[in-house]
């Protein structure tokens, strides 16, 4: 049996990755990781809404040679799906943002860093392949604006992502319970919870061991110096001192000052559609940010339909995604990408640096199963299948 046969065996879907990502996991770091907003019902009805779409299987269609590739901005990508950017990857592993960069590297899928990595764009450089994606948290000054772009373009970064659905920090009970801070803070109740899961701590040790501590947002160092004794929220972090909840005329500049692929991220309305288009927006990013931001809205899912009635730019879809299956459903729904967050994080803290190239062995041999299923030789045929409502 073979190492990649091993993993199959003892990991074949995402909830084995999930479950023993907890289990390596400090308590206050899988809380940040896994926990949603509120009641967390929006994370909830992400699920119910995904599992109601089904299709009818096919029958005597034949050898299939199933193509996974997809076009998206011109380019060619041999899967359908990516690495959407989480907050403080560092904090969930130890160069967690640098496994994840040479993962899609390796495997010429988008890697997406955000703006409160615990990492720098100088940092990843090295380690981006072509479809390298930056997210930006919208920092107000017009200055720290130019600056970041001008890093992110520098380090290799192609695709400038804007996500426009935190205006406000967000209240994540779970979080808050769990005793974490922001910036993190190694309390005796922290400490406790990291002494009963050693391998973190001995590789966050390590990595950290030069910056005297636990992980930060090393982007916003050279911005932040002034800003330090200003007072934030649990689950605030020191960002929100230089950002803005930004508006029309913001994504108008961001526009004129990126030259390359422009996404807008956290678009569920789609009446939005239209006008980004005439900004000069290249795709829009339909998410509800996974539940973690507002608890009182629908399914990212259900409103996937709508804007693609509504636009002809392609669609970018994440929240509530855990497999091949849901791939296709949110294809099927007009999608033309899927991202994935959580689960590539869940991959890294089960197995470390393999975890993310087995989750895309697991994502690939999932599509391929169901598209077998349902007589689909390529993903862009999923369009034209007929679907049923699930109880």
Same mark, same amino acid.
């Given at each position: 049996m073979t190492a990649a046969q091993d993993l199959h065996s003892l990991y074949p879907g995402l909830s084995d990755l999930r479950k023993q990502a907890r289990r390596r996991l400090p308590r206050f770091v899988w809380e940040y990781l896994d926990s949603a907003t509120g009641v967390e019902a929006t994370k909830a009805r992400n699920r119910v809404a995904l599992d109601r779409i089904g299709f009818l299987p096919s029958i005597l269609h034949g050898p299939l040679d199933i193509d996974l590739s997809v076009q998206l901005f011109g380019n060619t990508l041999p899967l359908p799906f990516g690495i959407a950017p989480v907050g403080m990857s560092g904090l969930i592993w130890p160069d967690a943002e640098g496994h994840l960069a040479r993962c899609g590297a390796r495997n010429c899928i988008p890697y997406s860093m955000s703006t409160v990595a615990s990492q720098a764009p100088e940092?990843?450089?090295?380690?981006?392949?072509?479809?390298?994606?930056?997210?930006?948290?919208?920092?107000?000054?017009?200055?720290?604006?130019?600056?970041?772009?001008?890093?992110?373009?520098?380090?290799?970064?192609?695709v400038l992502v804007l996500t426009v659905d935190v205006p406000v920090a967000s209240r994540r009970e779970r979080q808050t319970r769990s005793g974490l801070t922001q910036p993190p803070r190694l309390t005796p109740r922290l400490l406790a919870q990291v002494a009963m899961r050693p391998t973190w701590a001995l590789g966050m040790a390590r990595q950290h061991r030069n910056e005297g501590g636990m992980p930060h947002m090393r982007t916003l160092d050279k911005y932040t110096a002034e800003a330090k004794g200003e007072s934030l929220s649990s689950t605030a972090h020191i960002g929100y001192l230089l950002r803005t909840s930004p508006d029309w005329e913001y994504a108008r500049w961001l526009r004129d000052h990126w030259d390359g692929p422009f996404v807008i991220k956290g678009v569920m309305r789609s009446k939005d559609a239209e006008p980004l288009k005439q900004i000069g927006v290249d795709a829009l990013w339909v998410s509800n940010h996974a539940g973690r931001q507002f608890d009182g809205g629908p399914a990212a899912i259900e409103v996937l339909p709508g804007l693609r009635a509504a636009t002809d730019l392609?669609?970018?879809?994440?929240?509530?995604?855990?497999?091949?299956?849901?791939?296709?459903?949110?294809?099927? !729904?007009?999608? /033309?990408?899927?991202?994935?967050?959580?689960?590539?994080?869940? %991959?890294?803290? #089960?197995?470390?640096?393999?975890? =993310?190239?087995?989750?895309?062995?697991? !994502?690939?041999? /999932?599509?391929?199963?169901?598209?077998?299923?349902?007589?689909? %030789?390529?993903? #862009?045929?999923?369009?034209?299948? =007929?679907?049923?409502e699930l109880t």
């Open positions: 940092d990843l450089a090295p380690h981006l392949g072509p479809e390298a994606w930056y997210q930006l948290y919208p920092p107000k000054d017009e200055g720290i604006r130019k600056d970041m772009l001008a890093r992110a373009r520098d380090a290799g970064f192609k392609p669609l970018i879809f994440d929240s509530g995604v855990e497999g091949g299956l849901d791939i296709l459903r949110a294809l099927a !729904l007009g999608a /033309d990408f899927v991202m994935f967050g959580r689960a590539f994080h869940y %991959a890294l803290a #089960a197995l470390g640096p393999t975890g =993310p190239d087995h989750l895309i062995d697991i !994502l690939k041999k /999932d599509l391929e199963a169901n598209m077998g299923q349902l007589g689909l %030789a390529t993903l #862009a045929q999923v369009r034209n299948l =007929p679907r049923r």
